[in-house]
């Protein structure tokens, strides 16, 4: 039955493939047969079959004034007619979208107009191919063809896209050369492709040439306005602006130029913060009409919320009459970025309630906005939601999410965010790295680092740093892989990769925010020789003065840290202006190093300053109190703490209360205070309690301490090592045997004391009875001397510091070697006379070797200075300036 079906009616594009049109090829055809064929033509393969038969009769160049009927336009292009069968093909291909084969035609056609080589460039740039565009512009003059003042345009356009300056500059020649500078059209190509090239002295010397030969128009000034905005010149910018509003309104304009002109000068304002400017633009698009334009409504929006003006930008929004989802979305993005996350919050959801479709900006600003307050589990939700809701996430939707994941310290979220980036290809593992033009690759790969910093897989985030290419690699690659390992991992490292950043080839200047991460580094190791050359590297490089507050306060710090607080004062007496983080930095350097009068001082400056003590300033104040033994007057800043300035005290503010107490030997006061506390203890108000029993040998109360610990599962092997040591001074060596058993048991593991110092040839590192060191046998024999010494000025040694379970010659021989004994040595031995001795120790200095370094003082011409995890010791002429407050 099938066989049997009625035969369908004949068109000519079937009867082409069929066996009649077979008999048809088998006679000579006319060039009006053709012409029809082609009208009727539906597929490239139909449309190769006719070019094959026109090749074959030798009519492709045959001009379409032979023919009988006239070859259809271009669907597209309704004002393109072939004027030949040849270029009746070329439309024919073009219409079924087989551009190459177009291609291969028109570069065989006799002549060929350039409205054709037109169409071609045209196409590939619709398509990306810019590289392809560009070619197709070669072989055009290749085949002879002149260009035209289209084609001159679309080719700069694809250079400026690409971006190829070379090529670029090539065609600016040929413009020249062929009597197009000054079509008007052409030169305006020309300056939007030097500025997108990056080459905005060309394009402001192309910009000239036009203004000087008077064939200026509005799209001119646009161009080169848009140009100085894209080449971070705002200023410039807003100055062309106010040029281009006297000069072009003589001219014609259209209210579409008026449009671009405005959203084209307004992100200069944005950058800049210019809220009066912004004022007046506002006031220009009134006067001129185009207010009313979503478009530029939006960008004012937009504008006013980085002005810090959002009330502005409210004003604006609320007069649209159509809003539409990009106003919304600069009103949430506006609210978020001014820190207004619960304004944000509300639109968002004002947004839901109306059915107002959300796109990524919208998710997006929400994510960022929760990762920015630090919310990171309700910036995870949002971006589940925002995946249920059917919404794709973009880069900059990733970027906020892995911050969200690096403020949680969800790693496991950030493998997962980090493998959907590579699924949706957000991510490019191929050699064209940066490949998508606009720097959001890196951007997602600078994000990736930072978390995995973060979230301290330091192997994962060195991975990635190392895959990105060295000419590659911003301010941003070089400064959150160096914060990552001064905040978090080896601070060695930091230093290190510190130096590369600004090694040659691909050197990279650092900025702020890379010099307070070095400089943190440098505090972390107490590295005062690096330090000060980055100090120096600071004062030789000028841009980083309108950062300098941030940068002197990381300095202050710095200095304290590596025990030259008088140089830290320094610093921060030759600062013109002073934050509130300055004066606490400083007030921390002074209490650190138990000067807690000097820090008093400070604290009293800075009021009469205008500054309003937080709680910040009253933790630092009360820490430098405890360690200088000022009990009293920190007792008496802790009452006016609430009474006179409104701070209610944290757990932090009555840890230092009961450290103060238990400094002066008031532990049952101290007791007290935990009892009476008006908030639930936590684990700093216990660790602070089990410090103070060490001080004064409680041992049931230390017990009850450190079983509060255990419970809150806060134990480490820093509140072991003081209940083991408590127990030792009670010699109660049976619990000292528990407790290491514990701790064993517990997979606890006590870390090792290790010292270092600084000496001529950089810095040695020292464990307990080390050996490794070259100087060995000179460190050994000078501690002996130094020991004996000091033995017959009446030093003891105290050998409840040494292991239990040895003699006490062995105990006396055991102190010898601990770590910051050798480190001293070794700093005696490098250091010339006079300077002194910087020794840092990761654990709480023993104390038989503060005994020990207090006589040693007295007998060597170095002031020796010592910090260990909770302060600094200065020990000169016999004393410390720790005052036994420590």
Known sequence: MLFNLPKAAKRIGVKFLSVASAECFGRDISPMHFASLLKECRSVNTVRQIHQKIIASGLLSCPASLLSVSLPPLPSHSHVSPKSLGTGVVASYLACGAISDALSVLERVTPSPAVWWNLLIREYIKEGRLDRAIDVSCRMLRAGTKPDHFTLPYTLKACGELPSYRCGSTFHGLICCNGFESNVFVCNALVAMYARCGSL????????????????DVISWNSIVAAHVKGNNPWTALDLFSQMAMTVHEKATNERSDIISIVNILPACASLKALPQTK????????????LDAFVCNTLIDTYAKCGSMENAVKVFNTMEFKDVVSWNAMVTGYSQSGDFEAAFELFKNMRKENIPLDVITWSAVIAGYAQRGRGQEALDAFRQMLLYGSEPNSVTIISLLSACASLGALSQGMETHAYSLKKCLLLLDSHFCGDGDGQDLMVHNA????????RSFKAARSIFDYIPRKERNVVSWTVMI???AQYGDSNDALKLFSEMISKPY???????????????????????VGKQIHAYVTRHHQYEASMYFVANCLIDMYSKCGDVDTARNVFDSMPKRNEVSWTSMMSGYGMHGRGNEATDIFDKMQKAGFVPDDISFLVLLYACSHSGMVDQGLDYFDSMRRDYGVVASAEHYACVIDLLARSGRLDKAWKTVQEMPIEPTAVIWVALLSACRVHSNVELAEYALNKLVDMKAENDGSYTLISNIYATARQWKDVARIRQLMK????????????????????????????????????ALLEKLINRIKAMGYVPETNFALHDVDDEEKNNLLAEHSEKLALAYGLLTTSPGCPIRI?????????????????????????????????HHFKEGSCSCGGYW
């Open 483 to 485: 914060g990552g390992y």
């Open 507 to 529: 050197a990279v200047a650092p900025n702020a925010y890379t010099i307070s991460c070095v400089l943190m580094a440098c505090a972390h190791l107490a590295a005062l020789r």
């Open 280 to 291: 007046e633009i506002h006031g220009y698009a009134i006067r001129n009409g185009t207010f």
């Open 840 to 872: 840092t120790k990761n654990l709480r200095v023993c104390g038989d070797c503060h005994s020990a370094f207090t006589y040693i003082s007295k007998i060597v011409d170095h002031e020796i200075i010592v910090r260990d995890s909770s302060r600094f």
């Open 201 to 216: 002295d060309d394009a402001s010397l192309v910009f000239d040439e036009i203004t000087w030969r008077g064939i200026d």
């Open 745 to 780: 048991k517990s997979g606890i593991k006590k870390r090792p004391g290790c010292s270092w110092v600084q000496g001529k040839k950089g810095t040695a590192s020292f464990f307990v009875g080390d050996r490794s060191h070259p100087l060995s046998p000179e460190i050994y």
């Open 448 to 455: 990736l680092i930072d978390m995995y910093s973060k979230c």
